[in-house]
């Protein structure tokens, strides 16, 4: 009997290893984080949050950001880099919130992409860890509440601050695109890795231009102090730049 408990116990670390393999043989196809590209945006705008039933929703400016979003990111154009999303995920709908996934619903609906809710709000590790599990897409965009996109830019082994300048995403921002790029292991390039270029308002027609010139597909105006020309002329290792 001593003999075979101890045969039982030797054989344990083996089927553990075993199961460990299997587990990773299963993920063994996807591409996981490994060259691709990130990106990363708040929600539209919000409503007072005493505005009762509707308070879960989009404001008409909102309303507008998503519809514009639906072809500003087809396909996204920055840094001379043509990038067309093929994975679409918001922060899971909540008693308080469907923003996040209102502000990319026109862009599903656009690209025909299921919009993948699959995590609440605070659950950014696991978030990360499925995309570098279980993925093959090469550009993924990702919708989220503000108060927890630092946490998200943290488990992708960013820091918010080195790239928005601030150690919290500002209450009053819903204009930053955060674009994070992995290299072919999968770990992320900071030096490639920005607080995105490209402005849905306003977008400078030639590079000889000395301010910005609204487009007239834009949804809103462009009197906002981060739409400098300087931003809008980035480049891949910017700081400071927007969508607006």
């Avoid at 998200?152 to 674009?179: C, E, H, M, Q, S």
């Amino acid at each position: 009997m001593l003999r075979h408990c101890l045969l039982g116990l030797l054989l344990l670390p083996v089927l553990a290893s075993a199961h460990h393999s299997q587990k990773h043989d299963a993920d063994a196809g996807s591409r996981g984080l490994r060259d691709v590209t990130v990106l990363i945006v708040r929600h539209a705008e919000k409503p007072d949050q005493h505005d009762g039933p509707n308070s879960r929703g989009l404001t008409p400016r909102g309303e507008q950001r998503a519809e514009a979003y639906a072809n500003y990111f087809d396909p996204l154009r920055i840094d001379g880099q043509t990038l067309q999303p093929q994975r679409l995920i918001a922060t899971s709908d909540s008693k308080n919130s469907e923003r996040p996934r209102l502000t990319l619903a026109p862009l599903a609906a656009r690209l025909q992409l299921t919009l993948e809710q699959p995590f609440a709000d605070k659950q950014v590790d696991k978030l990360v860890d499925s995309l570098r599990r279980q993925n093959q897409a090469t550009v993924v965009l990702i919708a989220w509440h503000h108060g927890e996109l630092g946490d998200l830019v943290n488990a992708f082994g960013g820091d918010l601050k080195t790239l928005v300048g601030r150690d919290k995403w500002p209450g009053d921002v819903y204009n930053w695109l955060i674009v994070l790029h992995f290299d072919d292991r999968g770990r992320l390039i900071p030096s490639s890795s920005h607080l995105g270029c490209g402005n849905i308002c306003c977008r400078a027609t030639d590079q000889s231009a000395t301010a910005p010139v609204a487009l007239s597909r834009a949804p809103c105006g462009c009197t906002a102090a981060w739409r400098s020309w300087r931003c809008l002329n980035s480049s891949a290792n910017s700081t400071a730049t927007t969508i607006a």
